[in-house]
């Protein structure tokens, strides 16, 4: 807290209305973060308020402060060690009873607090009346009804702070009596008392609760501060033993119940609930919404809407917001060395090679910010919550969540998803395992940038059979992604954390218009500021990967010799036209090659009539003699163009040549010819191990990358498309090859941006590096079964196809009866 500001926290669970709280009372004055080590959200905002400047910092929604998930461990950390001077519990006035129970956590902490019945105009809709004054007398806090979606009760909010802060409102909380724990609680409490200085930090009582309920981020704390931290921890684990042998019920179980149970007390006292028997409009629609069968039908049309909007119409925006990159691009371009006939300059190349890194990216920005929107739609209309519901017993066969949902159709369950935004809508799945088992398999699903790859092979490999192929490679990942996940939540997460799944159908609510914009420019900014961050490194690294060491003085030469012999032949054919000769000499050609370039993409950005007039008039009153050669007018003019296409032409050539010979002989072409002796085994030979090396960056690369290794030569391929090629020159390369690859493919390790976006999630370096190693083992031990077994068994691709099928969909259906070891710590 910044020295003057008084610390107010809001806490609440999901759903109570606490963003609209927060939203209210701090106005425009906000700034959204990440907690120190987490992906949790930090939203912290300001209001000036009789004088005094308040901070107000909006805590994760949770429904226990128990230590299950990071949103739980953040609001509990930042209580017990910022200390806020007021602490207000948002909650739900229309489901009050269910609040109480995160209620009664806080009061155990002895913190000020302030018990805001939110929704109050809800409540009243569902024939709900609170006592308040009785409610204030129960539990010993203040409370204040409001209803802050309508600004009521805002001002006795802002009061009821004020008062609190400066202590002119003391209140003693009640205290829950835990009936047969109350001795072990007092034994804990002495102990500590006794033994440690943990009493003049944390609230004793408090502590031994935490002890008891068998918290391991506690049993943390003890093990930090205790003299005799095993000794005493081995006491309170004997007490633990000893009241669940004498009770019958293990101590957390216990202090649940009990909270239950004061809440069922202090809500029959309070509540009064003037037409109990009314099925109000959210039961109604959750009739249909959660129905068995009209549930998942539902769902599928939601999610196909929100797929529709977010991807679709998203690429769709993009058509509009890329001119405006592809201007930062050519900015850059007029900024930088202007490239020679074949020499591109080092500084050129690098910065060009950045912006496009970052273009890339930012081109994602329209999908994000229509996905994040739509997302906090379903989020606050209640829906969410119906949807985790709903898949959640599927999912959970699998190691994964309810809300795992949503991001995997996001990544591609069918084919044409995105790996980015599914990953990055992982963030409200509450269970670290099925959060990071998630994030760790949605790389491996059908992303669009993978499609160019399949329809490439599949047109060459198995034209015949196009239809039965599109449906195994659009349903293929799914049925090896699930067994996947199942592993990863056995294995290397099965001692993650786990919340158990609470389910709360709160009621429905229209979103505010603020809310959801809001919510989305937020969540679009935090990716932009991660993502463009840490990208300048990784695109560094990539560059000198793929630039050094770069062509031999000898290579050079020749390639020198190649311009000037191209270079002589187009002065040759032009001789003949004085004029133009005489206008292209000397370093006036190369202006004209790079004012060629710069008219043809300006052509390719502009459309109607009009523009492309204006569009002329401007490049013809910048040089009209060169206007004359780009755009001929006379039969000379057209003449002089043609020979000057075919400069042009033989000026690509050289580039791709170099290009490619830099790719073959840079480190990552190097290293793709070194993994030859394992990688033939799944049939791929140096080009195909190279055009999956740069297909780390972005997963179209590959296809780009066999375009440029399978280029046109001079024996008439100029026509051909690039299928023809590599079937022409890929003598031996089979359709088993083709299925081995294929499956490669699907099983590849994350892209640039992914991979960023993993780390963006989990937060961990870890995480995301794991997520770039394991499936590259994964896809070639996959590759290598298919094409090696299918070779030894004398297979075609489309038998070896159909015998992998059956084999993924039998493990998958055997993964799904193998049990979770249920990790709640």
Known sequence: MKSGNILVALAGQPNCGKSTVFNAVTGASQHVANYPGVTV????????????????????????????????????????????????????????????????????????????????????????????????????????????????????????????????????????????????????????????????????????????????????????????????????????????????????????????????????????????????????????????????????????????????????????????????????????????????????????????????????????????????????????PRMAFIMDRLFGRFGLHGQSTLPMVLGGIYVGGCAVPGVMSCKGIPDERSRLATILIIPLLNCLAKVPLYVLLINIYFAAHKAWAMFFISTISLLMVLPVSKLLTLTVLKDKETAPFVMEMPPYHLPSVRGVLGRAIERVWLFIRKITTIVAAVAVVIFVLLQFPGLSAERMAYYEDGKDKAIAKFYKKIVKFPEHHTVLQGGSLMEMVNYWEEYKSAKMMTQGEEAMAALQGKFKSRNEDFFRIAQPQSKDDKKVNREFKKLVKARNKLLREMKKERIDNSFLGKLGKSLTPVTRYAGFDWKVNVALLSALAAKESSVATLGALYQPDESGQENQTLEQRMEGDSEGFTPLHALALMLFMVLYPPCLATTIAVKVQTGSVKWMLFSMVYPMFLGLSVAVLVFSGGTALGLTGLQAMWAFYGLALAITIAMGFVKNKTQYV
């Open 41 to 384: 959200d930090k939203k912290t905002g300001w209001l000036r308020y009789n004088g005094s400047r308040f901070e107000v910092v909006d805590l994760p929604g949770t429904y226990s402060l128990t230590s299950y998930s990071p949103e739980e461990r953040v609001a509990r950390d930042f209580i017990l060690h910022e200390k806020p001077a007021v602490v207000v519990n948002v909650t739900d006035a229309s489901n009050l009873k269910r609040s109480l129970y995160l209620s009664f956590q806080l009061m155990e902490m002895e913190i000020p607090l302030i018990l805001e019945l939110n929704m109050m105009d809800v409540a009243e809709k569902r024939g709900v009346e609170i006592d308040v004054k009785n409610l204030e007398q129960r539990l010993g806090v203040k409370a204040v009804p409001t209803s802050m979606k309508n600004g009521k009760g805002k001002a006795e909010l802002l009061l009821a702070i004020e008062g609190v802060a400066f202590q002119n409102d003391k209140r003693q909380s009640v205290r829950i009596d835990y009936g047969a724990l109350e001795p072990y609680i007092k034994d804990v409490e002495d102990q500590l008392f006794q033994d440690t200085t943990i009493g003049t930090q944390y609230p004793l009582r408090w502590f031994a609760l935490k002890l008891l309920e068998g918290d391991e981020a506690v049993s943390g704390l003890v093990q930090e501060r205790h003299s005799r931290a095993e000794e005493f921890l081995s006491y309170v684990e004997t007490l633990r033993s000893k009241f669940e042998e004498r009770h019958a019920a293990a101590p957390e179980v216990h202090i649940a119940q009990r909270r239950y149970q004061a809440a069922e007390d202090i809500a029959r006292t309070s509540i009064i609930n003037l037409d109990p028997d009314k099925r109000t409009l959210t039961d109604k629609v959750d009739g249909v919404v959660c129905h068995r069968f009209a549930g998942p039908v539902i769902l599928v049309g939601v999610i196909w809407l929100l797929y529709y909007l977010a991807i679709v119409q998203g690429y769709n925006l993009t058509n509009y917001t890329w001119p405006l990159l592809a201007k930062l691009r050519s900015l850059a371009e007029s900024l930088t060395p202007a490239p020679g006939f074949i020499e591109i300059p080092l500084l050129r190349a690098f910065s060009l090679w950045f912006i496009d890194s970052i273009n890339a990216l930012l081109n994602y920005v329209p999908i994000f910010f229509i996905l994040f929107a739509l997302i906090s739609i379903l989020e606050d209309s209640g829906y969410m």
